[in-house]
């Protein structure tokens, strides 16, 4: 691993919360096949995007539905709060659920949870969308959060 990267895996995980849900993350990655490790890689530098309390949620969106663990579970071994665990929950697609309609979704969620959950994904289609361009799917997605989502006071 490069010593940037390295640096920044530290900084992630300073925190206990943070801590614990690098820990799971990893856990994961562990026991991963490569395209699950791929999905790892991916949530750090989405956490890396993302502040504080949005970060836990970044990291552990690939260990549901991946661990044999449901969001509750995630959660609580990983000691999220409400919000966060809220927010984890608003992060799975629905069935069927184009990435538009998801962010339609994460945008008529309660705050906090919905708040965390639409930095969450905006951080991650714009990772995305830097990898892959052309996805139509994507860049109408994060059009209609960036549009859509309103300001939230710090």
């Given amino acids: ?9 530290r900084s992630l995980s300073q925190t206990a919360g943070r801590r614990r849900a690098f820990d799971l ?4 990655r562990g026991r991963a096949g490569s395209f699950d490790a791929l999905l790892v890689r ?3 530098r989405v956490a890396e995007a993302v502040g504080p309390d949005a970060q836990p949620v970044a990291l552990l969106r690939p260990v549901v539905g991946r661990a044999g663990m ?26 069927g659920e184009s990435p538009s309609d998801h962010a339609k979704r994460l945008l008529l969620a309660p705050r906090p949870a919905g708040h965390l959950a639409c930095e969450v ?8 969308l830097a990898r892959d361009p052309a996805s139509v ?10 549009r859509e989502t309103p300001v939230i006071d710090a």
């Fill in 1 to 9: 691993m490069e010593p940037t990267r390295a640096n920044a895996l």
């Fill in 25 to 28: 993350a990893q856990q994961v």
């Fill in 42 to 44: 991916r949530a750090v």
């Fill in 70 to 95: 449901s969001v509750a579970q995630v959660a609580q071994r990983a000691g999220l709060d409400a919000a966060q665990q809220h927010a984890l929950a608003l992060l799975v697609p629905r069935p």
């Fill in 121 to 128: 994904l905006r951080a991650e289609l714009r990772d995305r």
């Fill in 137 to 146: 799917l994507v860049r109408e997605a994060l059009e209609r959060l960036e």
